[in-house]
């Protein structure tokens, strides 16, 4: 179960929850000594590293680390938030470059999300505490909601304020336009058996397979191997990092 | 299932999908950073962090948090707590302190080693019943040696003494 910090209770009536992967990472570190904790942060930390898979929610569980894991004052603590700092610095970027803006205004745009990030992440505020469950996301929405602020003060010249007090109030309704848009396309395009085996995932939340048989799994739910049930959710990612001309 | 399920449902996958894809996107852009551009990145985080709010640290408050006192520490670093007390309260010649001291330390207390030698860079704890100066006013704080303080010390083991100080003891 998902401690307060992953609850968004004041904000939204719906509560968050960690992904599977992410809370049995905080569980166990949550099992450890202080110190052997933070020895463990500091490797999680070395996996976000260029030429490395990123491994799936890890920047969750290091802003859990950060907020609720390690002593403010430690390598851990500091290195977590760094590195953080320096992912969200390279997929701000390459998400940027996606808008026609010129390089000092795309700096200016990533420099401002970056600094509202860790401005939450290093303070107590409450509504942090849904980055822990979908960071990616709400990272993407604060600078979608800061590039829209540039945009609107550009055609502005400047003489425009702008209520900035909701900006992270991040609902789970708030989903960036560019992001409806690309799940319309991915929920109507969705064959059968790739609906299933997402509702699987996404919504019973099981494992794609397991070697325990009494354990509940994707694969035995649909009758296919462990194989075909991560072919079929590679397959869907790929299509769709296509479309976004990710790759 | 109604259309209100279905519609429950299709968005828990899509916000899960999204979260997939957004995974992906950042696991893509890893990959076309070069590791010079990604530790420029690094370090301008921590100075970030570094810079934020400060936070109250001591030395026995970092060691307590990690379940360990004074004398624990003392037993890991071959230090009394007595020296490691007046280290805490920054009673201490900073320029006397060894540099593996600030090394071992830091390993210890898994914090940053700037981080220590800016604490005992501070002004020294004023000790409970210190004497002031009736001119200035200001406390009558003797800063003593690291040597000293171990020469002082009586419940310090040759060897320990020996592995701090050298041929000095």
Redesign the interface.
């Known amino acids: 179960m998902n401690d307060e910090h992953a609850q968004n209770t004041q904000r939204s009536s719906r509560t968050y929850t960690r992904r599977p992967e992410v809370e049995e990472k905080v569980r166990y570190l949550l099992s450890l000594r202080p110190a052997q904790r933070e020895r463990e942060v500091l490797m999680l930390c070395s996996s976000i590293t260029p030429g490395h898979r990123y491994p799936a929610g890890l920047l969750e569980v290091l802003v859990w680390s950060v907020r609720h894991g390690c002593r403010r004052v430690s390598k851990a603590h500091d290195e977590a938030a760094a590195r953080i700092y320096a992912a969200s610095g390279v997929f701000l970027r390459s998400k940027v470059r996606k808008f026609a803006y010129t390089n000092v205004e795309a700096e200016r745009i990533v420099e401002e999300t970056l600094t509202s990030l860790m401005q939450h992440l290093l303070t107590d505020e409450s509504t942090i505490s849904f980055w822990e469950c979908q960071f990616l996301r709400c990272l993407s929405y604060r600078f979608e909601t800061i590039s829209a602020k540039s945009q609107v003060r550009r055609s502005l010249s400047d003489a425009v304020s702008i209520d900035d007090e909701n900006a992270c109030d991040i609902s789970d309704m708030a989903i960036a336009v560019e992001d409806i848009a690309l799940l319309r396309t991915i929920m109507s395009e969705l064959s059968d058996e790739e609906r299933q085996v997402l509702y699987l995932k996404c919504v019973e939340q099981l494992p794609e397979e397991s070697s325990d048989t009494s354990v509940d799994t994707i694969a035995r739910r649909i009758g296919k191997s462990g194989r075909t049930v991560r072919n079929v959710l590679k397959r869907i990612r790929e299509r769709y990092l296509e479309s976004e001309n990710i790759q | 299932m109604n259309s209100n399920d279905e519609q429950t449902?299709?968005q828990?996958?899509?916000?899960?999908?999204?979260?997939?894809?957004?995974?992906?996107?950042?696991?893509?852009?890893?990959?076309?950073?070069?590791?010079r551009?990604?530790e420029e990145?690094?370090?301008?985080?921590?100075s970030?962090?570094?810079s934020?709010?400060s936070?109250p640290?001591s030395v026995r408050a970092?060691a307590f948090?990690?379940?360990m006192d004074l004398v624990e520490l003392g037993r890991e670093l071959r230090l009394s707590s007595e020296v490691l007390q007046k280290l805490d309260m920054r009673l201490l010649r900073v320029s006397t302190l060894p540099e593996r001291l600030f090394d071992m330390l830091?390993d210890l207390?898994?914090?940053?080693v700037e981080?220590i030698r800016a604490y005992v860079a501070l002004p020294p704890a004023i000790p409970a019943g210190i004497r002031f100066h009736a001119a200035s006013g200001e406390p009558a704080v003797v800063l003593e040696s690291f040597e000293d303080a171990l020469l002082d010390e009586d419940v310090l083991s040759d060897d320990d003494r020996a592995f701090w100080l050298g041929d000095r003891c």
């Open positions: 449902r299709d828990a996958i899509a916000l899960h999908l999204l979260n997939d894809i957004h995974e992906a996107h950042l696991d893509t852009a890893l990959q076309n950073v070069t590791r551009e990604f990145l690094i370090k301008t985080g921590s970030m962090v570094t934020g709010l936070v640290w970092s948090e990690l379940g830091a207390l898994i914090v940053p981080h």
